[in-house]
């Protein structure tokens, strides 16, 4: 609450921490004058509070989810995680010609939601920002939402006619999540990617490329092997064959 009488409004608090404790020995913080919506999390900053002028008047700060917070972790997360897990499903019972597919179908989808993503995003920037006091951080949201766009349109790209370099795949898709969430990070807090707290999909980016390098490991090994299970015949038809043109 703001507060009352005249030529008060200089003595306003316009920037402050709201902190809980249950012991009244470890302190967490639980409000401040300003938050930032990244990822999943809601990061409380030191950002100056939109303080009304009027004397008396109360000021609310709402850090719950916005609409936009909830498509991304439910309408877009949550089928993405499913679908995968169908993938490797498809992929274990016998049925691994219906994985390329199942691939391809679920990267389209994130396409689409993510265009919707970006659609909405720049909606809610363009009304909470008037034309003339845009900043850095204005845009930092949708132009995440795009890079995963484009990123998951490469995706689709890749395995629809370049299956053979298959674990590319996932080095593109956790290599593409790191830099566009470094990005999104950089603009909103002005410091690199943090594996925690607030690490969002960073873990999940690592553990894509690590699996590609077991995949792309695993290939190797297999490529050898088959060339070792060639070489003694390879070596017994030229001892014979040697023995025709000698």
């Known amino acids: ?137 204005s845009f930092a949201q949708s132009v995440y939402a795009l890079g995963c766009t484009v990123s998951a349109a490469i995706i689709v790209a890749l395995i629809t006619w370049y299956e053979e370099t298959f674990e590319l795949f996932f080095f593109f898709a956790g290599l593409s999540q790191i830099l566009v969430q470094g990005i999104l990070h950089h603009q909103l807090f002005g410091a690199t990617l943090p594996l925690e707290p607030q690490s969002g999909r960073a873990p999940a980016a690592i553990a894509w490329i690590g699996f590609g390098a077991v995949i792309a490991c695993n290939r190797i090994i297999v490529m050898r092997r088959a060339v070792a299970g060639v070489q003694p015949s390879r070596a017994a038809f030229d001892a014979a064959w040697a023995g025709v043109v000698g």
């Open 1 to 137: 609450v703001t507060l009352r009488g005249g030529g008060t409004e200089a003595r306003d608090a316009v920037r402050f921490t709201l902190e809980g404790s249950d012991d009244k020995v470890t302190w967490t913080t639980v409000g401040s004058s300003a938050h930032v919506d990244y990822m999943a999390d809601v990061v409380f900053t030191d950002g100056v509070a939109d303080v009304p002028l009027e004397r008396g008047a109360p000021l609310a700060i709402d850090t719950s989810w916005s609409v936009t917070q909830i498509y991304y972790n439910l309408v877009i997360s949550v089928p993405l995680a499913v679908l995968c897990l169908v993938i490797v499903l498809l992929s274990q019972l016998g049925y691994a010609q219906y994985v390329k597919a199942s691939i391809i179908a679920t990267f389209s989808l994130q396409v689409l939601l993510h265009v919707i993503y970006t659609a909405l995003l720049l909606a809610e920037e363009f009304s909470g920002h008037p034309v003339g006091e845009h900043d850095d951080r």
